[in-house]
């Protein structure tokens, strides 16, 4: 059962916010070294009639995308998808990609600049190399992306990186690492779900990420859910860096005491209260039946068959776990369309 005080707890956390759906991984034709077949003027098209929020376009080896007529703050996140060899990784090939997301240019530059290794030729035009780093040095590059205002995400991990050791994939807590990639119903999906459901076993703390990684047109199959106080890179930047967000086509939202999802707090005499609304257009149909589940790090805890066209509230006492997660699925189609990101207990740390 849940109380009218718990969703007026869960509402006043997120009060000043509403649900915005987008893209967390494209590209463009913005010329230079990029290889997007869109321009983002056909991408501003494009997204409004797929209801489309805002959408993450990461050009290759260039920041000139971020400099164009057409950039607009808000609707287009910045950052680039650079590729590294991880010179003494255990992986097959060392080979990885990683997204790197920042409200603007200037921050992206100024990491750019920081790091030799990429020879940044710099200013908008500025192009860069693909380095090779040691573990320790990607690790100081990520702290350099969190120091800039930026957000890390490992993208489709199992299409690039090979190996059977989960660990091989993670490289920092507070980062992200794409689950649903493509669409939320691929093959390449259902590889990228096992492996973040065995990093959270492991005890990393890693953010479920959505990324459709469109070089053609704009696409609404892999979705991310940010509850921001507005339509700008800040606010987006502000809830993807604490991992206040959802993978997939859904609002998940929870909270234990004043934390909320992505969270570490003491569980204990606390209860867990979460919502689940907000469907995106392209997942609520009213003919389709939706279940929404919770998850300790044991499994299933409690579940509930929710409609798509209002907010479902469920709220629970919290056991001494390691964490608790959220996931919504469409039974009718048979997969999952929304995961969300785990609160985690300081308690098990």
């Not at 409004?48 to 808000?74: S, T």
């Not at 380095?131 to 800039?148: C, M, N, Q, Y």
Request: with cysteine.
């Amino acid at each position: 059962m849940i109380t009218e005080q718990e969703i007026t707890r869960l509402e006043t956390l997120y009060r000043s916010c509403r649900a915005y759906h987008g893209e967390l991984h494209d590209h463009s034709a913005s010329g230079g070294t990029s290889d997007g077949k869109c321009t983002l003027a056909e991408w501003t098209e494009e997204m409004a009639a797929l209801h489309m929020d805002f959408a993450a376009i990461l050009d290759h080896r260039q920041v000139r995308h971020m400099y164009l007529p057409e950039w607009k703050d808000g609707l287009f996140i910045g950052g680039s998808e650079p590729g590294t060899k991880i010179d003494d990784s255990h992986a097959e090939g060392k080979y990885m990609h990683y997204n790197m997301l920042f409200t603007g240019p200037e921050p992206l530059e100024a990491l750019l600049a920081e790091f030799p290794e990429y020879q940044f030729t710099g200013g908008p035009e500025g192009h860069f190399v693909y380095p090779s780093f040691t573990t320790e040095r990607f690790g100081e590059l990520i702290d350099a992306v969190k120091a800039h205002g930026g957000f890390f995400v490992h993208p489709h991990p199992k299409q690039v990186m090979v190996s059977d050791d989960p660990l091989d994939y993670w490289f920092r807590d507070e980062t992200g690492i794409e689950v649903f990639y493509n669409e939320m119903n691929s093959k390449l999906t259902e590889a990228n779900y096992p492996l973040w459901v065995a990093l959270l076993a492991a005890g990393k703390r890693v953010w479920a990420c959505a990324g459709g990684d469109k070089h053609a047109h704009p696409d609404d199959k892999a979705l991310t859910t940010i509850y921001a106080e507005g339509l700008t890179n800040a606010d987006f930047l502000a809830h993807l860096r604490i991992g206040d967000f959802t993978c997939g086509s859904v609002g998940i939202r929870m909270c234990i005491g004043d934390t909320k999802t992505g969270g570490l707090c003491s569980f204990a005499g606390e209860r867990l209260i979460v919502s689940a609304g907000d469907f995106h257009v392209s997942a609520a149909n009213p003919d389709h039946t939706y279940r929404l589940d919770i998850l300790d790090d044991s499994g299933l805890v409690l579940s509930k068959e929710i409609p798509c066209c209002e907010t479902t509230y469920l709220a629970l006492d919290t056991a001494n776990c390691a964490f608790y997660r959220a996931e919504v699925w469409d039974l009718t189609l048979g997969y999952r369309i929304a995961v969300g990101n785990p609160i985690w207990n300081a308690d098990r740390r």
